[in-house]
Structures are given as C-alpha cells and as structure tokens.
C-alpha cells in the first residue's frame, strides 16, 4: 500500500475536535454529561461548558490555531465568520490564550448588516449565536470554527441553520408517533439524512480575470456558442485531465482533514464541469459540510490557478450545475425508514412512510419549487437540461406495481409470483438500480431514499431541506391522527394507504419530464407550474404555508414574511447587478471593438476605391457589422432606460417582477447583436475570452 492511502485515516478529522478528540480530552463524567447533553437535545450547562471549551482550545492551539469564532449561515446562504484571538493580555506585558465556556456557547456579532428582512429593525438591534452541539467544531485556516445558529434577542431565526433544526425536530417527534403505533420503542429519535452531490465548473484563471461578468455575476452575460460544446458526449464520466486531477485531490485531502466524507468524483456532461459526492449524513451536518465544501472548493481552486463557478448557468447552451440533494429519514439506530423492508410488518410501515412522501410532495408542491427558486436556478429549471419546474415524483416501475395493485385492490405477485398485500407479506425486492434510472424526474425514488434533483448548485441544502422535512412532518402527523385513534391498526392502515395513494396519485410521474407532453399533461392533473422566481415565491406566504410552519414550530409568521422579503430582494439585486454589468461591458469594450473594426474596414474601402479595385467584400461585412451595432447601441439604451425605471420602483414584488419581464428580457435582446458581433469581429480585436477558450481552458498540462 503506498504512503497516501495509509496516511487517508490519519488525516481524516484532523481538523476536526470530533468525539475521539473529546473522549481522549475530557473527564469521563464530562463526556459522558456531554454526550447525553447532545443525544437528547438538551441545553448546555455553564460548568460543562467552560471545561469543554478549555479543551477545544489546547487542542486547537496544539493543532496552530490562534482564533477562534462562531461560525454561522446568515441568509446571504453563505457563512459567515469573525475572528477573535485566544489572546488575553496579562500583567508584565504578557499574555495567557483564553477560551471560556461562554465564549463557546454565545457570541454576539454586530449583524445589523446581515440581511434580516426587517426583522431585527422590528426587534432588536444585535443577534446572537449559539453553539450547534451536534455539528462538531473545526480549524480552517488558522481558525478554530465553532458551528453555530444566529438569532435576534427576541428568538428570531436570523439564520438558515435554526429553521433546519427546527424542521428536524417537527419530522423526529411525527415520525415517532408513526413508529410506535408499529410497536417500534427502539428508536428515541428520527433524523433526516442528505447526501448532495454538488455540480462545478472549472477555468483557468487568466480567463476568468478578463470577464468582468463572471467576477461581478458568477456568470457569463454574452458569447457564442463554441464550434464544440457536449454535443459529443465526451466529458461525462471522461478521463480526468491532470490538472483537474490534481485539484480534485488536495480538495479531497482538505475535505477528508475537516472530516468530510467527500467519496466520488467525476467529470460531467459539459466541459469544465465536475461532480464530487460525499457520503451523506444528518440532515445539518450535510449542510454545514456542504457549505464547506463549497467554500474549499473555491479556494484549492485559487492554489491551482483556476476558478471554480458554482453559479448554475455559468454558459448559456451548455449544461448548468446543480445540486443533487439525496434525501431520507432514519432511526437513530441507523435504521432507513425509506428502505422496504424484510417483514410484512416492516413493509407496511415503509409504505406508510413513502406514502406520507408522496403526500407531501403533493399538497405542497408549490412550496417545494419554492425551496429551488432563485435568480441563477431559473436559467435551468424547464431547460431540457434539469429537471421541469413542475414537481413529481418518480417511483420507478416496480413500486408502481405495487402502488397500483393496492389502488385496485388485486393481487400484487412479485417476481417469484409470492403474493403480497400490506401487512401480510413480504414487499418484492426494490432494485437500486444506477443505470437506467430516470434523469428527468425532479424527485425520484432510488431504492431506499429519494433524490430530489431541482436544487440550484449554489444554494445552501438548508432552504429545500427545511420545506421536505416540514411537509412530510405535516403528512405524517395527519396519518397519525387518523392511525392512533383506529380500532383495528391493521385495516386503518389499508384503508389510509389506500385513499392517500388515490388522493395523490396525480403528482406520480415515470415518464420524460423533458417531454414536450408533460406540461400539457401536468396541466390537466392539476399540477402547477411556476416557471421563475417570481412565479414560485408567493407560495412560501400562502395561508397554507403559514399555517403548515407555525403548527409545527419551524417559523413564525414574522419569520416566513421576513424572508419572503429577503428572496424577493436577493431576486432583483441579482438581476440589478448582472444589467449593470452587461450594460458597463458593452458600453466600454464592446462598442468600441464593433467601431474599431467597422472603421478598419471602412478603410479598406476607401484604399481599393483609391484603387480602382472592384470588389464589395468589405462592403458586405461592414453592412452586416453596422447593423449588429445599431441594433445593439438601440437595446443598450432600452435596458439602460428600463434599469432606471426599474430604480424608481418601490413595492418588492412589483421590482422583482419588472425585472423579470422586462429587465431579463432587454438582457435577452441586447445579447442577440452582442453575440452576433462576437462571431463576425477577428479576435484581435474582441475584448472577452470567447465561450470556446473559457470552457477548454483547461488543458493536458499544468500551467503552475
Ligand atoms: P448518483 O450520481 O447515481 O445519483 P451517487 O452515488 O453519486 O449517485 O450519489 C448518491 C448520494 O446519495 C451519495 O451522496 C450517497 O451517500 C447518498 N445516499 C445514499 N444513501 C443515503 C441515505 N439513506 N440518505 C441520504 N443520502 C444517501
Ligand atoms: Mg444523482
């Protein structure tokens, strides 16, 4: 075996003060406080508290670290961190490093800049934060990172951390009373498990500086299409170039030191684009590892020379990137609920439990789209190239079957003809199969967890992980309802799976979501279809979804309005940047290129006229350029004076929705002429990297 993979177990953690750390470092009454402290979500004692601290600290000084911080998400869905030294002057000019336990557990960051939607202007001024004791602490840097939630004084969630948790709590306590109706007292917990495979982009850094889009934007706002994109499916699953390889593997290293399971990685459908994978995990933990991973992938990308664009619709006509969420709930004795099971008894409750999925999807679909919309993710929802915007749930033939036979009261035989029905005997094998699974279904069932496919790759998981959990918390509290009261267990709960599965049979889908079909099929099953942003948000502050929130403790009234403000913001600024920025690159570099070459031609004109040479080749290419240019100077100025009425709007909703209908469209129309422009101007004189130099910038070699 060669050094690196012996060394993989001795760097993996290293970073990370993890329970083999706290073992080895605290008392064993401590520990053991400690442990049952997290196991059964209890609040931290202070004495706890302070010898724990001291603990995280001589470790993370013996592992380089000089400050720490709480480490939160505040909803600018990135992290947030700042850093205090350990140090605290002494008498005699010296100095001792300090950690108490009430620096672990509560800090209190100025966060009146952080977006609040309000909330903290209604409240109170600061926020502060709190220890997530189940995600552990780390060092990044020179740092030591402490995950916490951050909330405003009054006990607003100010965060995507402490909803998550919340939602976490409401599946735990409705999945609970599910598995004990099955006389199951085992489990004192149910948590929700993801594991998000995350989409990227790779360039070359050279590239990437001279395109003011993708540094202000996260994308490109004009190029043509390269003479090779993916049309010869060569990148997917396609050797990995060197370099790539070299960055996946320090990236993989410094995932593996933060105790991050990052375990596949591979090329995908465009070029530059990649997947890494990591095992999954609970439901915070994938977040907070998920952020991370993000976050590392930018900066290994830095050490060699690249940029890594999470955006996901970096390249118009290539495929964008998203993000994978693989979700499922399980017993905190590791058992999957959403695995068919080896008994009748077992099988039941799996179907109770996939029911209540199914359910949930359904009577919540609008609030699912919800949780993927953003201004980046509408470039790729209903592309042909993700899956729709309409939402469905892919079960794969053989649970169809069965569904099926239980909706027509007959028989289901499985493959070895054994006759089953719920509660009787045994479900049929459930294949996960890797191969032919469909690819178009925005939420599909892979053999014992579900794979929801709508999400954005830069989104944090947190946002569509708070909404499953609630709904399918909602769902099962509503068959709880029904299932506690029952004289006879066995034919409520026929009955209930039955009626449900025909009350929701609408949202089950197998076919090709990219189906010209589907729309219109989707559209006679009552099955919505919220197309952008704009479209999907007013769901979250729906009645239903107050009502949904606020029954199970996950937000309040305020905190659902507050952040309905924040995504409608987010929605438009977005798009207010990337105008802005179009309208700067055209003005100052582009123009200038289509003028510039017009008068090299015009020159030329005027040479072979002086002549007497006959020829109207320059001729032709200078009507054709001017003309590109007069149309592009004409939507320049329309989006220029659209951005300035767009200025003068007030009301969110009103702003968000101008520019979508107008603002993106002007985008749209300027980029026609741009493009145009791109393919006729010889590249001496084009200020921008071209589509086919950024997306093949990466080469054999290694320029580092
Ligand atoms: P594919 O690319 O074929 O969809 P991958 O193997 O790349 O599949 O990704 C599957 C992801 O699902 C991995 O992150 C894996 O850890 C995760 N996963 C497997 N079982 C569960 C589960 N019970 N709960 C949540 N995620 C799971
Ligand atoms: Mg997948």
Request: proline share 4%.
């Amino acid at each position: 075996m060669s050094d690196r993979l012996t060394s993989i177990p001795e760097i993996y953690g290293s970073k990370v003060f993890n329970d083999e750390q706290m073992k080895k470092r605290l008392p064993k009454d401590v520990y053991k406080a400690l442990k049952k402290t997290v196991d059964e979500g209890m609040h931290l004692q202070m004495d706890l508290a302070n010898v724990l601290a001291h603990a995280m600290k001589e470790w993370a000084i013996e592992n380089g670290a000089t400050h720490f911080t709480h480490w939160f998400q505040p909803m600018t869905g990135v992290t947030a961190e700042k850093h205090d030294g350990f140090i605290s002057p002494e008498a005699g000019g010296k100095v001792l490093m300090t950690f108490s336990g009430k620096e672990l557990v509560k800090g209190e960051p100025d966060a009146s800049s952080f977006p609040s939607g309000g909330l903290r202007a209604t409240f109170e001024a600061r926020g502060y934060t709190a220890w997530d004791p189940t995600s552990y602490a780390f060092i990044k840097d020179d740092t030591l990172c402490i995950p916490t939630a951050f909330c405003s004084y009054s006990g607003e969630a100010l965060d995507k951390k402490t909803p998550l948790l919340r939602s976490m709590q409401a599946l735990d306590k409705q999945a609970i009373r599910i598995l004990k109706l099955f006389g199951n007292t085992d489990a004192k917990r149910v948590i929700t498990t993801v594991g998000p495979e995350q989409e990227y982009f790779l360039i070359d850094q050279d590239m990437y500086e001279k395109r003011p889009d993708l540094i202000y934007t996260g994308r490109t706002l004009f190029g043509g299409k390269p003479p090779k994109g993916q049309e010869m499916e060569d990148h997917y699953f396609g050797t990995i170039k060197p370099r790539v390889s070299a960055y996946m593997k320090e990236l993989d290293e410094e995932l593996w030191k933060l105790g991050i399971p990052a375990k596949t990685k591979h090329n995908e459908v465009a070029p530059g684009q990649h997947e890494l994978a990591p095992v999954f995990d609970t439901t915070n933990i994938a977040t907070d590892h998920n952020q991370l991973t993000m976050e590392m992938m930018k900066t290994v990308a830095g050490r060699h020379h690249m940029v890594c664009l999470l955006h996901e619709k970096p390249f118009a006509g290539v495929n964008g990137s998203g993000k994978h969420n693989n979700w499922s709930i399980s017993t905190d004795t590791g058992k999957n609920l959403l695995e068919p099971g080896a008994t009748p008894s077992q099988n039941a409750q799996f179907l109770l439990f996939l029911t209540a999925v199914i359910k949930a999807v359904d009577d919540y679909q609008e609030l699912l789209r919800m949780s993927v919309a953003s201004a980046g993710n509408d470039h790729r929802l209903g592309a042909n190239e993700a899956p729709p915007a309409i939402m469905s749930v892919f079960l794969g033939d053989e649970l169809t079957d069965v569904l099926k036979s239980i909706l027509d009261g007959t028989d289901y035989h499985d493959k070895e003809k054994k006759l089953m029905s719920i509660g009787a005997t045994v479900l049929p094998h459930i294949p996960m199969d890797t191969t032919d699974r469909n690819r178009t279904s925005p939420f599909a069932f892979t053999g014992n967890k579900f794979e929801f496919r709508s999400l954005g790759s830069s989104a944090s998981i947190a946002g569509c992980n708070i909404i499953l959990n609630t709904i399918v918390a909602e769902a099962l509290s509503e068959f709880a309802e029904k299932l506690e009261g029952a004289a006879d267990f066995d034919s409520a709960l026929t009955s209930l799976i039955h009626d449900e599965i025909d009350a929701h049979k609408r949202i089950l889908f197998n076919g090709n979501g990219y189906g010209a079909e589907w729309p219109v099929e989707a559209e006679k099953r009552g099955l919505s279809n919220l197309r952008s942003t704009v479209d999907a948000l007013p769901a979250f502050v729906a009645d239903k979804s107050v009502k949904l929130f606020t029954k199970h403790g996950v937000y309040s009234e305020t905190e659902i309005t507050a952040r309905y403000e924040i995504l409608l913001e987010n929605y438009y600024k977005t798009i207010h940047i990337e105008a802005l920025t179009m309208a700067e690159m055209v003005k100052k570099n582009v123009v200038y290129s289509a003028v510039e070459y017009q008068s090299r031609l015009a020159e030329e004109i005027g040479k072979k006229k002086a002549l007497g040479v006959t020829s109207n080749t320059e001729e032709k290419l200078l009507k054709e350029a001017a003309g590109y240019t007069d149309k592009m100077s004409d939507s320049l100025q329309k989006l220029e004076a659209d951005i300035a009425k767009a200025e003068g709007l007030t009301d969110a909703m009103e702003t968000a929705r101008f520019y979508h209908d107008t603002v993106l469209a002007d985008m749209n129309e300027l980029r026609e002429p741009v493009d145009a422009l791109e393919a006729v101007i010889p590249s001496e004189l084009w200020p921008y990297p071209t589509y086919g130099e950024m997306l093949f910038s990466i080469r054999e070699e290694a320029t580092v």
